[in-house]
């Protein structure tokens, strides 16, 4: 009893309370001329929720647990093994021991929080040939969840990605995503996920640029490392000239946390802080770092030459995060991807 009208306080708080205490304050922070947050914004982002987090024991999930524990939060995290309920044991987070096939517990869990994140994805089944079924399971979890925080106005934010979203332009939060793309179901899922906010939940999308760099990477651009390391060359695509929008980890946690405090039902917002990074540019540092001959590749022998990579190196895809910094005063601090690469930390373990 005491939890539900704990619960209860939250939701009044977050969905009614303060987005007239935000409006106020942009109100008051435009009559006084001002560009920087106010006391009053502070203080709203320091009110303590119980979310809970799957992936959290992930490369984004580890990053933002910090994030959200560093901000008085309370974490329970989804753990499928003894190896990642001890990683988050160790980070501070409640754990809750299952998988994404344990419907009955997400949605206990989400039931019983203030607030989910959802980040895990079964990346082990989809790159090894059944994205289909991956993309199943997260769209039976996200359904699950859905149900849940029906009528609760309760915050479920979600991980998408936005590669291939457009071709040739500038992506924007306003892009809804091609179903013909290669991620194509995902964005199916992430169009699930905003129509929840017309069923009482605060619902939030957050697109990740494709590289979401920094120390510890094991993502594309460690991949681009470890073929350039076997090819003894550093190769791109055709003249290399195709855009590569990246982000750094701690940067997206930052926006994950945003969007669980205060982003609009039915947002779609973008992790975006390089808005473009030709591949060629990629190609060089890295070549540059090895001591490597740069080389382009021709589209026919892209797929011989960068295996799985090939489909995604090709894409043009430059986004921007312009309507997401307007709408949550998120603001990447972190390096840039040349010069997160340039620190040297994706040469110095073999890949
Ligand atoms: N990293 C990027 O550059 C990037 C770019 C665009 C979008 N995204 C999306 O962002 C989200 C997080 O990505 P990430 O890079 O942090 O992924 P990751 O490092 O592969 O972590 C995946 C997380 O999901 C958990 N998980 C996987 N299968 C599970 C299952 N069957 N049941 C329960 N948990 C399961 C993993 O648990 P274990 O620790 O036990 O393995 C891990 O915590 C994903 O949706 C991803 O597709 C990432």
Redesign the pocket.
Known sequence: MLAQCYRLGYTIYYNKVMPLQQLVATIDRKRCGHTTETPILHLLEEFPMRVFV????????SAVVPELIGAGHQVIG????DA?GAALAAAGVQVQRG???DLDSLRSAATASDGVIH??????IAFSGDFQGAAD?DRRAIETFGEALAGSDRPFVI???LLGLTSGRVATERDAPDPGSLAGPRGATAQRVLSLSKHGVRSSVVR?????HGEGDN??VATLVGIARNKGTSGYIGDGSNLWPAVHRLDAAHLFRLALEKAPAGSTLHAVADEGVPVRNIAEVIGRHLNLPVVAISPEDAGEHFSFLAGFLALDSPASSTLTRELLGWQPVHLGLLADLDQGHYFTNKR
């Open positions: 799957t992936g959290a024991s992930g490369w984004i999930g989804l753990a499928r093994s990642s998988t994404l096939d980040l895990a994805f079964k990346h082990d399971a991980a998408s990605g990740l640029a494709p590289t979401v993502g594309f």
